[in-house]
């Protein structure tokens, strides 16, 4: 018997066994507390053997059905809280914002150290938050100097898309190169023409590792981190993300070269000043890990959710013709001549056009593209209709529950944009409608993507019609969602046909 082979897999499950002890203490020790319900787990693997591990959010659907609006679920050695259906999300995340408010500490994320945004918390979170917003909003964020820089981009985006003349394409890498060039003007001050070789790598390398995050290997590797040796998903992934940075970090070391505190031309500008004034002091922020983490999750939460969602606009376009149609009473582009005519659409456009304001809602409801949100965490022991949730628990805010909730909306699993609509043809907001989450850990750049997604669509529908290619019928054009951390449409080749 070869005994030196034996003894690292003796460890390893001696490490597992620790594990489980540890997470079952946690837990056991709140035992006289009314602690959520759920699923009775396996060792080990916990109730990975029930789990839909391409789409666990259908699972977890499932589940809230026989267990309630709270319940948990074991996914691997780690407790699980998920909460479902729109008055329990918004007890959590709004009402009781302060206790939901934390983010776990995930091991696929582990290489941003606790830096940035998007996986940091506490006092790290607060400050880069803060400070985020603040440039943002310097930098024109929900303001008319953003609204040009998108309508610019607009223009290449059209000409970009007339030269196919019609023809079948995948429009993939050029919506992302659109959206992403809308960010990349306030991070860089600049923006990249489509072909440029190091942009479309950064768009190839955002939406690689976009597909991994939400892949079952690396949902296997956060449950049991000693496996990633054997993952080539993993792998690739943090190459990926050392690729990444580096560009990151190559550009602000040359923006530091010309950098003019009194002329700040981006938000990398805007850091590298703070970090200058900021040095010396005791427990600071502004280093360069938290200005290269901030960049990389504003560069992929700006392009990516926006890009996914006007693709999956595009693709109900082709779906439901009825919805673009000019011949059809109150449609979006009958609405875009009545309103805007020729001119290009702005913001001021909107309250107008009460109809393509309600299908870019629907649009955003009906993609569901985070349909388990970010994960939070508890900072506080807390209880929640009833049930005790210790600190420090995993919580899955089930998004995808609150978007389709039947007590919310009328026809929940169908393409509807009279959600949105009064008996009169009027807007209605809905508070149910939460495609950014809510609470503490609200998107950062919601006001920007609210922006992006009215002027591209407005801007696309006015000028083009949305077909299935060529022998696709549209009874056949399959309207399934995609796999990764959010739920792109499944990749097809659409007809943009320019109007008349």
Same mark, same amino acid.
């Given at each position: 018997?070869?005994?030196?082979?034996?003894?690292?897999?003796? =460890?390893?499950?001696?490490?597992?066994?620790?594990?489980?002890?540890?997470?079952?203490?946690?837990?056991?020790?709140?035992?006289?507390?009314?602690?959520?319900?759920?699923?009775?787990?396996?060792? /080990?693997?916990?109730?990975?053997?029930?789990?839909?591990?391409?789409?666990?959010?259908?699972?977890?659907?499932?589940?809230?059905?026989?267990?309630?609006? /709270?319940?948990?679920?074991?996914?691997?050695?780690?407790?699980?809280? +998920?909460?479902?259906?729109?008055?329990?999300?918004?007890?959590?995340?709004?009402?009781?914002?302060?206790?939901?408010?934390?983010?776990?500490?995930?091991?696929?994320?582990?290489?941003?150290?606790?830096?940035?945004?998007?996986?940091?918390?506490?006092?790290?979170?607060? +400050?880069?938050?803060?400070?985020?917003?603040?440039?943002?909003?310097?930098?024109?964020?929900?303001?008319?100097?953003?609204?040009?820089?998108?309508?610019?981009?607009?223009?290449?985006?059209?000409?970009?898309?007339?030269?196919?003349?019609?023809?079948?394409?995948?429009?993939?890498?050029?919506?992302?190169?659109?959206?992403?060039?809308?960010?990349?003007?306030?991070?860089?001050?600049?923006?990249?023409?489509?072909?440029?070789?190091?942009?479309?790598?950064? =768009?190839?390398?955002?939406?690689?590792?976009?597909?991994?995050?939400?892949? +079952?290997?690396?949902?296997?590797?956060? @449950?049991?981190?000693?496996?990633?040796?054997?993952?080539?998903?993993?792998?690739?992934?943090?190459?990926?993300?050392?690729?990444?940075?580096?560009?990151?970090?190559?550009?602000?070391?040359?923006?530091?070269?010309?950098?003019?505190?009194?002329?700040?031309?981006?938000?990398?500008?805007?850091?590298? /000043?703070?970090?200058?004034?900021?040095?010396?002091?005791?427990?600071?922020?502004?280093?360069?890990?938290? =200005?290269?983490?901030?960049?990389?999750?504003?560069?992929?939460?700006?392009?990516?959710?926006?890009?996914?969602?006007?693709?999956?606009?595009?693709?109900? @376009?082709?779906?439901?013709?009825?919805?673009?149609?000019?011949?059809?009473?109150?449609?979006?582009?009958?609405?875009?001549?009545?309103?805007?005519?020729?001119?290009?659409?702005?913001?001021?456009?909107?309250?107008?056009?009460?109809?393509?304001?309600?299908?870019?809602?629907?649009?955003?409801?009906?993609?569901?593209?985070?349909?388990?949100?970010?994960?939070?965490?508890?900072?506080?022991?807390?209880?929640?209709?009833?049930?005790?949730?210790?600190?420090?628990?995993?919580?899955?805010?089930?998004?995808?529950?609150?978007?389709?909730?039947?007590?919310?909306?009328?026809?929940?699993?169908?393409?509807?944009?009279?959600?949105?609509?009064?008996?009169?043809?009027?807007?209605?907001?809905?508070?149910?409608?939460?495609?950014?989450?809510?609470?503490?850990?609200?998107?950062?750049?919601?006001?920007?993507?609210?922006?992006?997604?009215?002027?591209?669509?407005?801007?696309?529908?006015?000028?083009?019609?949305?077909?299935?290619?060529?022998? +696709?019928?549209?009874?056949?054009?399959?309207?399934?969602?995609?796999?990764?951390?959010?739920?792109?449409?499944?990749?097809?080749?659409?007809?943009?046909?320019?109007?008349?």
């Amino acid at each position: 018997m070869d005994w030196a082979n034996l003894v690292p897999v003796g =460890l390893l499950l001696i490490l597992i066994l620790l594990l489980i002890l540890n997470s079952q203490r946690t837990w056991k020790s709140h035992l006289r507390q009314n602690l959520p319900p759920g699923p009775r787990p396996l060792p /080990v693997i916990g109730n990975l053997h029930i789990m839909n591990l391409r789409r666990p959010h259908l699972t977890m659907l499932e589940l809230s059905r026989t267990y309630g609006p /709270v319940f948990s679920i074991q996914m691997g050695l780690r407790k699980v809280v +998920v909460l479902s259906g729109y008055n329990t999300v918004k007890e959590a995340l709004v009402n009781q914002a302060d206790a939901f408010a934390g983010r776990p500490k995930l091991p696929i994320a582990r290489d941003s150290k606790g830096k940035g945004i998007i996986f940091s918390d506490g006092e790290n979170w607060k +400050v880069m938050r803060r400070f985020t917003l603040t440039t943002l909003r310097d930098f024109g964020m929900g303001k008319k100097a953003i609204e040009d820089r998108i309508v610019e981009e607009y223009g290449y985006l059209g000409d970009v898309i007339e030269a196919q003349k019609g023809q079948p394409l995948d429009m993939t890498l050029m919506m992302n190169g659109a959206t992403a060039n809308v960010i990349v003007s306030i991070l860089l001050g600049k923006r990249y023409d489509y072909g440029d070789p190091t942009f479309r790598r950064l =768009l190839v390398l955002v939406n690689q590792n976009i597909r991994i995050f939400g892949s +079952v290997s690396i949902s296997i590797y956060n @449950m049991f981190p000693l496996l990633g040796f054997l993952m080539k998903d993993y792998k690739t992934f943090m190459q990926n993300v050392k690729e990444t940075k580096d560009f990151i970090k190559a550009t602000f070391v040359e923006h530091l070269k010309t950098l003019d505190r009194n002329d700040q031309r981006s938000f990398i500008d805007a850091f590298l /000043v703070r970090q200058q004034e900021e040095n010396g002091k005791a427990n600071g922020y502004f280093d360069n890990e938290n =200005l290269t983490e901030v960049v990389r999750n504003l560069f992929v939460a700006g392009m990516e959710t926006t890009s996914t969602t006007l693709r999956w606009g595009l693709l109900l @376009m082709a779906k439901y013709p009825e919805i673009q149609s000019k011949w059809k009473l109150e449609k979006v582009q009958e609405e875009i001549e009545e309103v805007i005519g020729s001119n290009p659409p702005r913001i001021e456009h909107r309250t107008q056009m009460p109809y393509t304001d309600a299908v870019v809602h629907e649009i955003q409801r009906f993609a569901n593209i985070l349909p388990m949100n970010l994960p939070h965490e508890t900072t506080a022991d807390v209880t929640l209709k009833g049930y005790f949730i210790p600190k420090g628990t995993y919580i899955i805010p089930l998004l995808a529950s609150v978007l389709r909730d039947r007590s919310q909306w009328e026809k929940p699993d169908l393409f509807y944009p009279e959600h949105f609509l009064d008996s009169k043809g009027k807007f209605v907001r809905k508070e149910a409608f939460m495609p950014f989450s809510a609470g503490r850990r609200i998107c950062a750049g919601e006001t920007l993507a609210k922006m992006e997604l009215f002027l591209f669509f407005t801007s696309l529908l006015q000028r083009f019609t949305f077909r299935p290619s060529p022998g +696709v019928s549209i009874a056949d054009l399959d309207i399934s969602p995609s796999t990764g951390i959010s739920t792109p449409p499944l990749t097809h080749a659409v007809c943009a046909v320019p109007r008349s």
